[in-house]
């Protein structure tokens, strides 16, 4: 019972990490006359179509969310791929999240590893903590223990998931020798000083 309650937990978890992808970008890099998350719907559709990428990530999240327009997860999944094909480390962390849900796509746990690591090589600490649920759940946990230190980390985007990190590593300890600890934290250092 306790290992079905934890599977539970753990699948949770990511469909949970989805409600906190929002965007947050360089405010350099857009427009500050121009407030997408508010915009008309058909404006941000033309917006969107004309390759701004953060009006095709808030057109992804009024599709998924059905604000403004009817609930449609393969619109949202095609505009949050458009986004994250830019570079919008939030609409590759929704990609990922959809892949590893199958939601408006095919689920595709390797797919979703891609687009998560994207984003949290960026320094998007929710994706890193999607990785790490991904490898607990296959029991890989000195893989899960090295996502978990590196959503941890000082500098990350969202404090919460860094608290929550902390919790879970505090607990895989339990189950992982100094040694496995040890490489598990290299492992994370040496992955945020390679190049993509």
């Known amino acids: 019972m306790k290992k079905q309650i934890a599977i539970l937990m753990l699948s ?22 121009t407030n997408y998350a508010t915009m008309a719907v058909p404006s941000l559709q033309a ?24 609930a449609d997860l393969a619109q949202a999944f095609s505009w949050y791929k458009k986004a994250a094909d830019q570079g919008v480390s939030a609409a590759q962390l929704n990609v990922g999240q959809m892949y590893a849900e199958g939601r408006g796509v095919k689920q595709d746990i390797n797919n979703a590893k891609v687009w998560l690591q994207k984003a949290a090589k960026q320094g998007d600490n929710r994706a890193s903590y999607n990785l790490a649920l991904i490898e ?3 029991q890989n946990l000195s893989s899960a223990y090295q996502w978990y230190e590196l959503a941890s ?44």
């Open 12 to 33: 949770l978890g990511i469909t949970a990490g989805a409600a906190h992808a929002e965007l947050i970008m360089n405010p350099a890099s857009v427009n500050a006359s």
């Open 47 to 70: 917006a969107a179509k004309a390759g701004s990428a953060p009006a095709q990530f808030y057109l992804a999240t009024r599709y998924k969310l059905g604000q403004g327009v009817n």
């Open 136 to 138: 607990e759940r296959n």
């Open 153 to 196: 980390r000082d500098g990350m985007l969202d404090k919460n998931v860094s608290k929550q990190a902390q919790g879970k590593i505090l607990k895989l300890a339990a189950n992982l020798t100094q040694q496995d600890i040890q490489a598990a934290r290299d492992r994370a250092d040496r992955w945020f000083q390679t190049a993509e």
